[in-house]
């Protein structure tokens, strides 16, 4: 069963910095596109960040120049960078990856990220 391990959340203010950590285990298949969603209180949940097989990164508008994906040493790691935190960037954080086939992915259970004063 791929299960994920979910780190790097918490309160922080205005302008600071966290890192959010997703590894992946239990993964029979190659990780080869991952990406990043977000879900404000009283929100839908919205598409933040994506990487394809490619290496080329997209993002939403509102956290381009602040936020990165990449991927670590491990292929089994993904991160997220997010500078210049702002209040609106509250959310859940859910890191995803392709499955075995092109129209199956798979979801982590969410990290909290909380930026306020």
């Known amino acids: 069963q791929v299960q994920f391990v979910e780190s790097g959340g918490g309160s922080v203010q205005p302008g600071e910095s966290l890192r959010l950590s997703c590894e992946v285990s239990?993964?029979?298949?190659?990780?080869?596109?991952i990406g990043w969603y977000r879900q404000a209180l009283g929100k839908e949940r919205e598409f933040v960040a994506v990487?394809?097989?490619?290496?080329?990164?997209h993002y939403i508008e509102s956290v381009e120049g602040r936020f990165t994906i990449s991927r670590g040493n491990s292929e089994n790691t993904i991160y997220l960078q997010m500078n210049d935190l702002k209040p609106e960037d509250t959310a859940v954080y859910t890191c995803?990856?392709?499955?075995?086939?092109?129209?199956?992915?798979?979801w982590g259970k969410g990290i909290l990220v909380i930026v306020s004063s």
């Open positions: 995803t990856i392709n499955g075995p086939s092109p129209t199956i992915d798979y």
């Open positions: 990487m394809p097989p490619s290496g080329s990164t």
């Open positions: 239990g993964n029979s298949f190659e990780i080869r596109r």
